[in-house]
């Protein structure tokens, strides 16, 4: 997606029965939005914040340490997600690659525990 990303994004990942809610604040010049959604371990496809670029989230564990989410729109996979956990847990790398509506974006993010 074309355009400046936010300044700060905080980013709160807790647990849930087979799952995690991943609740997300973007700020910084003119974006102030937030996010919030819950993920499983089963594979399936689940809704997700109307925010968000896709429809529905599907979630497997692929380690103890890393995950791999699969977005969906409109029933179609459009974006693939990798989450990964470093071995001291104070760093999340999450890798993003999509297409939606013929724009193909990637990202990398390093985010830190406060």
């Known amino acids: 997606m074309p355009g400046p990303g936010p300044a ?13 809610r991943f609740f997300t604040h973007d700020s910084g010049g003119f ?9 499983y371990f089963d594979g399936m496809d689940h809704p997700v914040d109307a925010a968000l670029r896709v429809d529905t989230f599907a979630v ?20 693939t997600a990798t989450f990964k956990v ?17 724009s193909d974006y990637s990202s990398t993010q390093i985010l830190t525990k406060l």
């Open 86 to 102: 470093s071995a001291d847990a104070k760093t999340l790398t999450i890798t993003t690659q999509g297409s939606i509506r013929e």
């Open 8 to 20: 700060t994004r905080t980013l709160t990942i807790s647990a849930v029965d087979n799952g995690l």
């Open 31 to 39: 974006i102030d939005e937030r996010t919030e959604y819950i993920v």
């Open 60 to 79: 497997k564990r692929v380690a103890a340490n890393m995950i791999e989410r699969t977005g969906k729109l409109r029933g179609m996979a459009v974006e």
